[in-house]
């Protein structure tokens, strides 16, 4: 970002109103020219375009005549001196304004234009005028389009910009502000009155500092977020000696937390990136601990730990490792392992269409990384609040999303809503089960095939053999062709293996029905397959697939949630106990 003081443009374009004046003077042969009769010019053209008496002094205009004879300004203006008293060109048809602009010049004020343009919504810059726009105009008659040598980062569709000429008045004349403001976290928009300090510009985008009140602390507002500015002339303002620099000083970025929280930050900072990071510091604050091996550095940092300081570490990837303090380092660690999981859980089509291919023909599939960490910790959460409410513990919940509805959300993430979709575009929610395996409560289940469907009612029919679950469920066993359009997704909440209770199949026994004996027999003459699931993963299961699960040998634990789906609706009458469409 560059910074032009105003005094300095006010003194160059003096400078060059005396060069134009001068210039004009000795245009014009009909006329003896002395030095006393240009200082009086001089003055006369600043009094006429400033408005203001201006006393140059002879020393200016000598300095004047010779810095346009000389090559500094690109002039080299034929000035001299005849009869040891007046001035005059010695080539009659001479001017400052029709010197050809050599390539040198034109480049320099090509770029000088590039800078200036990026200021054109202030009217600190309005003492130029139309100066710009004609030197623009200028150039681009004498040249070639060419790319510009500097590039100057910007971005002129950020929101917010043409704010800033009415803020910078505001924050010049001392004016309060009235302002309609909604920030991302809010709904809808709110109207305060607000006493502007001071612009801030942080990566690209800008923002105004200042109070609401007095009595209130010290508030940043985004420029992109503002909806509407007015003046409120009813309040006086707030005029308090407010030092950017001094307020900024521990802070990287807009978001400062006060003296209280300000940090040591120690990070290490591996070989390709230790050349920045020594040559462009993170903060002004930056000190080298020590050199490592391998080209790697420690450095430190004294600062406040807030979003902007997360962000610049973020963006060195793996490039710096955190070492202290333990709260930011937990912090970069979990946004670097949520990060990874949004790749990690990225569907693919080839995923999807293997997972078809296994569940038709071998009756089962496993997807891992359905669901990222963070989403596991939601639901974790969700579930362990809710079993805290208990009276007593609970090992399987049945029924789950009707005695946890907000659990729904959590668990129809996209992956899982693409996967049933995927299998069966008209399937919905027939049974919601959680499942908690603890060491305590280690049991083991044999083998056997899931028959019983879950039903609002019982009502034997021949067609539906009645069968009566624990705890008041009505289930009952239904003919095939409602079995082979069910399909079961389990969610593993732990990571799952042989030791902690991982279920095992029959590939391929998912066909029919089969008797005990039978049963028996296939599993006495089979090669079970041990399901392993890690966490956040799947395990599809068709009901019919022979499926066994063995008491864990470790304190890990297994939680799962079991849910069944089908697009079936139930004849004679019957309905399942827990349908539930997908949004």
């Known amino acids: 970002m560059y910074f032009f003081k105003k005094n300095d443009l006010a003194q160059n374009k003096n400078a060059l109103i005396r060069y134009r004046t001068i210039d004009k003077c000795l245009q014009n042969s009909y006329r003896q020219w002395t030095l006393e009769d240009l200082i009086e010019a001089c003055s006369d053209a600043l009094y006429e375009y400033e ?3 201006v006393n140059v002094s002879k020393r200016t205009i000598q300095l004047d005549i010779q810095l346009m004879r000389s090559d500094k300004l690109g002039y080299n203006a034929p000035i001299e001196v005849y009869d040891k008293k ?5 080539d009659e048809d001479y001017s400052i304004t029709e010197i050809p602009l050599n390539e040198s010049d034109m480049n320099v004020l090509s770029e000088t234009v590039e800078m200036l343009k990026q200021f054109k919504d202030f009217s600190l810059f ?3 005028g139309g100066i710009i726009q004609r030197l623009e105009d200028k150039i681009y008659t004498e040249k070639t389009h060419q790319p510009p040598i500097i590039h100057l980062d910007k971005n002129e569709n950020l929101k917010g910009l043409e704010h800033l000429d009415t803020l910078y008045q505001a924050i010049l004349k001392k004016m309060v502000l009235h302002i309609r403001y909604r920030s991302f976290k809010a709904r809808d928009e709110q109207a305060f009155n607000f006493h502007p300090f001071i612009l801030k510009e942080f990566n690209n985008r800008w923002f105004l500092v200042g109070k609401k009140k007095k009595s209130a602390p010290i508030m940043t507002i985004a420029l ?14 707030i005029d308090e000696v407010f ?3 001094t307020y900024y000083k521990n802070t990287i970025g807009v978001t400062v937390m006060g003296e209280n929280n300000v940090q040591r930050v120690v990070l290490k900072v591996n070989r390709p990136h230790s050349p920045y990071v020594l040559t462009k510091p993170l903060h002004h604050s930056q000190r080298l601990i020590k050199e490592l091996g391998n080209g790697a550095i420690l450095i430190e940092l004294m600062v406040h730990h807030n979003f902007e300081l997360e962000r610049i570490i973020l963006g060195f990837g793996e490039g710096i490792q955190v070492m202290e303090p333990a709260l930011l380092r937990q912090k970069i660690i979990d946004r670097l392992t949520n990060g990874a999981d949004l790749y990690r859980t990225e569907m693919t089509e080839a995923g999807l269409k293997k997972a078809q291919r296994n569940l038709r023909q071998r009756g089962h599939s ?4 359905i669901y990222t960490q963070r989403e596991v910790k939601k639901i974790l959460l969700l579930l362990q609040k809710h079993f805290q409410e208990s009276e007593e513990p609970i090992y399987a919940r049945r029924t789950l999303l009707q005695h946890l509805p907000s659990l729904k959300t959590y668990l129809f993430n996209k992956n899982l809503l693409e996967i049933v979709r995927s299998i069966d575009p ?6 919601a089960i959680y499942f908690n395996k603890p060491q305590t409560q280690n049991w083991s289940v044999g083998w056997h095939q899931d028959v019983p469907i879950n039903v609002v009612e019982k009502i034997p029919t021949p067609e539906f053999t009645s069968w009566t679950k624990k ?4 289930s009952v066993c239904p003919p095939e062709e409602v079995l082979h359009s069910i399909f079961t997704l389990r969610i593993h909440l732990d990571d799952t293996s042989e030791a902690n209770g991982a279920v095992s199949v029959i590939p391929g026994s998912h066909k029919q029905r089969f008797t005990d004996e039978e049963i028996n027999t296939i599993t006495s003459n089979s090669n079970p397959a041990v399901c392993s699931v890690k966490s956040g993963g799947i395990h599809l299961l068709k009901p019919l697939i022979l499926h066994s699960s063995p008491r864990a040998t470790t304190q890990k634990k297994r939680r799962v949630i079991h849910l069944e789906f089908s697009s079936m609706e139930l004849p004679n009458g019957l309905e399942w106990l827990e349908r539930e469409t997908l949004s």
């Open 86 to 90: 007046f001035y005059r060109y010695a």
């Open 224 to 237: 992109d977020r503002i909806i509407a500015i007015d003046y409120n002339t009813k309040i006086d303002y």
């Open 51 to 53: 408005g203001r008496d």
């Open 243 to 245: 030092d950017g620099d």
């Open 126 to 128: 309005s003492e130029l």
């Open 426 to 431: 008209n399937a919905f929610l027939t049974k």
């Open 471 to 474: 705890k008041e469920i009505n």
């Open 366 to 369: 496993i997807l891992n990384d």
